[in-house]
């Protein structure tokens, strides 16, 4: 058990719908990193957040936008869902950033049927 | 930009034998470098990281992994494979102290078979 939770843990809805992934970082962890993790693109960064300001941004869809929160839980919402964000979205909490270990959560499977 | 290719997709391997998965960045400095295994539907686990030091480093459930910046090489090792190694391995790369750029920059993994 890493100490990151992510929920839901499987998520099925369909094109068009929005949704939100939640995560909670360990404790003592202030940045929060976003994964998506399908069988074409692999494992890619998404968004990273630290104490509640946006930190970085990779690949991630204008449809998507993330937020973290004064308690430092973390959300991802995902919008005008299409039939390829289907994937496992993965949240990871380190200590600050700059390398630190990234710890993973179990992940968020969604599917859009 | 940093890059990892692990250049084996899949490898089997019998119980009891050795290991070595390969793997390859690209970092214009000294990088931080991970090995994760995710076993099928679960997370990602940490098994071994590099930051600076001994270039041997020991993670957990027997493995171990040697950083080689000659060959920009970290590659992954175990001198006895048990059938529930059975995973799917990533190899990472980190970028330490950029700021803005602390992102893990993953390879495609490799999928390790292990037969009896």
């Known amino acids: 058990d890493s100490g990151v939770t992510q929920t839901p843990k499987h998520l099925i809805t369909a094109t068009g719908q929005r949704v939100t992934l939640r995560c909670s970082p360990r404790?003592?962890?202030?940045?929060v990193y976003w994964y998506q993790q399908s069988l074409d693109q692999g494992l890619q960064f998404l968004i990273q957040y630290y104490n509640g300001e946006e930190r970085a941004k990779g690949n991630i869809l204008e449809r998507f936008s993330a937020q973290q929160f004064p308690d430092l839980h973390s959300e991802l919402n995902l919008s005008s869902l299409e039939l390829g964000d289907s994937a496992l979205y993965f949240c990871?909490?380190?200590?600050?950033?700059?390398?630190?270990?990234?710890?993973f959560g179990p992940g968020t499977r969604l599917t859009v049927l | 930009a940093q890059s990892v290719t692990q250049p084996d997709i899949h490898i089997t391997v019998s119980e009891g034998a050795s290991l070595e998965l390969r793997c390859n960045y690209s970092y214009g400095a000294t990088p931080y470098l991970f090995w994760y295994v995710q076993s099928p539907g679960q997370g990602l686990q940490l098994l071994l990281k590099y930051f600076s030091g001994d270039t041997l480093v020991q993670g957990i459930k027997g493995f171990e992994a040697e950083f080689k910046r000659s060959q920009s090489s970290f590659n992954l090792r175990k001198p006895s494979v048990h059938w529930s190694d059975a995973a799917e391995y990533f190899c990472a790369v980190g970028a330490p102290g950029d700021f803005g750029n602390e992102k893990l920059t993953f390879g495609t993994g490799t999928r390790l078979t292990i037969i009896p």
């Open positions: 990871a909490s380190s200590v600050v950033g700059g390398g630190d270990t990234q710890y």
């Open positions: 404790s003592g962890d202030l940045s």
